[in-house]
């Protein structure tokens, strides 16, 4: 493909030479002399003057040298997107219908173009909206519901009464709606289990990563709102309530009866306790604490979590501690002196 091709695809400014054949996409360091490449990150811009790139996507102010033609948008990581879709080639989707090894209840409504995949097993009164793909090895619990245009691949686990929206995408190994991780416990400490008779609601046009679980409620319900994004090895547990469009990155941890408002950002393997409030467009940093609260909007960082600023004032001040321990020394050492110089 002309790289002329792809910048007016892309809806980019072209700098350079537009009869260049672009046969693919790579990162900026391994890029060769007839692929495509980008930055988005400004801690990049040196690896352009150095990149073996035949052209870079950068953003519309860029001013650092390259060596390659450029390609000027506003979001270079969105248009590197468009760019890397159109030499990817999709994997074949599954044909319509139902696998023979499949098991099937025969109360279970299955919509128009649904695919079906081995070894899948669909218990009684499950629906399975119109156009969704079940890859091989999924289980549909008793009662669940999943939407229309769908995505499962293999191995994805919904239990009892779960419901998933329309046009979402569960990755390998997902398990939503197993029990909560909840027990009474008597005088002598031994635990006996509460039932979680809850269950799980999904909305539409949400990712879910490899192995993430999401537990169902002890009564009502563990909600995921519309457009929310979750990562690889999230833990999810009961009565948790997720906002529309939120992101939760890998190895995060949500504790029960936690509120995470819309369009807020959970960084890797931050921890959060239960019963806590976390506000509308909160950033919380990777492997952060979060004990208490948070207002809309924070920003906030480290264990326990706190307003970023007053979290990096804090480290400023830990990494002066061993000059400031040295001071301390020299200080004593000049007190016993002059001390000494008194007593004589």
């Not at 035949?54 to 860029?62: D, P, R, S």
């Not at 008597?186 to 039932?195: E, L, M, Q, S, Y």
């Not at 919380?284 to 004032?313: C, E, F, Q, Y």
Request: net charge neutral; hydrophobic share 45%.
């Amino acid at each position: 493909m002309k790289l002329s091709e792809i910048a007016s695809q892309i809806g980019g400014i072209l700098s350079g030479d537009g009869s260049i054949d672009i046969r693919g996409v790579a990162g900026i360091r391994d890029a060769g002399p007839a692929e495509i490449s980008f930055i988005a990150n400004p801690r990049y811009a040196a690896e352009a003057a150095l990149t073996k790139a035949a052209a870079v996507i950068v953003k519309e102010n860029w001013s650092a040298d390259c060596s390659a033609a450029l390609i000027r948008v506003k979001n270079p990581d969105a248009a590197f997107a468009q760019a890397a879709s159109l030499f990817y080639t999709p994997a074949p989707r599954p044909v319509s219908g139902v696998h023979p090894s499949a098991v099937v209840a025969s109360d279970a409504e299955l919509g128009e173009g649904v695919s079906i995949g081995p070894l899948c097993v669909i218990e009684s009164r499950a629906k399975i909206g119109s156009g969704t793909v079940l890859m091989a090895g999924c289980y549909v619990g008793y009662g669940s519901e999943v939407g229309t245009d769908c995505l499962l691949y293999a191995q994805v686990s919904l239990r009892e009464f779960v419901k998933i929206g329309s046009r979402s995408i569960l990755h390998n190994g997902t398990v939503v709606g197993s029990d909560g991780f909840g027990y009474s416990v008597d005088g002598n400490g031994v635990r006996t289990k509460i039932p979680q008779i809850g269950t799980v609601e999904i909305g539409d046009d949400v990712e879910i990563g490899a192995n993430t679980t999401i537990d169902r409620a002890r009564f009502g319900k563990t909600k995921i709102g519309n457009g929310v994004k979750i990562d690889n090895l999230v833990q999810i547990a009961h009565n948790v309530i997720i906002g529309d469009h939120a992101v939760i990155v890998a190895q995060v941890g949500i504790a029960g009866s936690t509120s995470i408002g819309g369009n807020a950002i959970l960084a890797g393997q931050a921890g959060i306790a239960g019963h806590l409030k976390i506000g509308a467009g909160v950033i919380v940093g990777p492997n952060s604490g979060v004990t208490k609260d948070i207002p809309d909007g924070v920003h906030v960082l480290g264990a326990p979590a706190m307003p970023v600023d007053r979290m990096k004032r804090m480290h400023a001040g830990i990494m002066l501690l061993p000059k400031m321990k040295e001071r301390i020394a020299a200080l004593d050492k000049r007190l016993r002196t002059l001390e000494q110089v008194g007593k004589d």
